[in-house]
Structures are given as structure tokens and as C-alpha cells.
């Protein structure tokens, strides 16, 4: 089973997630770990979130910045995170991705306010 503080050095997940088909969208994502969990920030006008909303279940895989499978792949469901953790999940980016994080930050603004969710694995 995959350990979230083991991956906390790398900067990409792929996020695998559900269109109401059924089929499979992928999404390199940056990520942060809190209290064991793995946490992506996002912002609420995205794909990714509106098929979250539909349905929770989820893959994940280390990856590179364009999306290329690293390691294998991990189930789990995720969690929208509380206001609390959001504010710290933001903090934790913050300090982890540096200033191309504000970048990132500027770029994403017009699409909604930040967006934090868990993801919790699945026993293998």
C-alpha cells in the first residue's frame, strides 16, 4: 500500500477521475500531505471538480510534470476538505511549489475560489 509520507518529496500525481460515462479523465496534479493524508488543491470551476461532485471514487500514480506514469497505480475516494484544512493545505503549497505556485496562483484566478480535497486510499 502506497504511504502518503513516502511520496511527500515528489511534486506530481496523475489524478485519475470519472466522467458520468465512466470513462477515465487524467490530470497531473500537485499535491501536499497532512496528517497522513494526500491533498490536492484545486479551484471549483474545474473538470476535475465537477466530476469529483459526481463521483468520489478515484486512481492516483506518481508522475512526471507532463503526466507520464512513474510508478503504479492506487485506489481510493476522496473527501472535500473543511475550511481549516484548506487554510493549511494552501500554506502547505505555498511552502512546497515556491513561486511557481504564485504563478500558478495568478493564471487559476478566475476560476472560482480554492478548492481542497483528501484522498484516502484504498487498502491493497
Not at 511534486?11 to 497522513?36: C, D, M, Q
Not at 505555498?94 to 480554492?114: L, M, P
Request: net charge positive.
Amino acid at each position: 500500500m502506497l504511504k502518503p509520507q513516502s511520496i511527500s518529496d515528489e511534486k506530481y500525481l496523475s489524478l485519475e477521475t470519472y466522467r458520468k460515462n465512466a470513462l477515465p479523465v487524467s490530470t497531473p496534479v500537485w499535491f501536499v500531505i497532512h496528517k497522513g493524508m494526500i491533498h490536492v488543491v484545486t479551484r471549483e470551476d474545474t473538470g476535475k471538480i465537477k466530476r469529483l461532485r459526481n463521483n468520489p471514487d478515484v486512481r492516483i500514480a506518481l508522475c512526471t510534470f507532463n503526466g507520464k506514469i512513474k510508478d503504479k497505480w492506487h485506489s481510493g475516494k476522496i473527501i472535500f476538505s473543511s475550511s481549516e484544512d484548506t487554510s493549511i493545505a494552501l500554506d502547505l503549497r505555498r511552502k512546497k511549489y515556491g513561486s511557481i505556485e504564485k504563478i500558478a496562483r495568478f493564471v487559476s484566478r478566475k476560476r472560482g475560489n480554492f478548492v481542497v480535497f483528501s484522498i484516502r486510499l484504498n487498502e491493497e
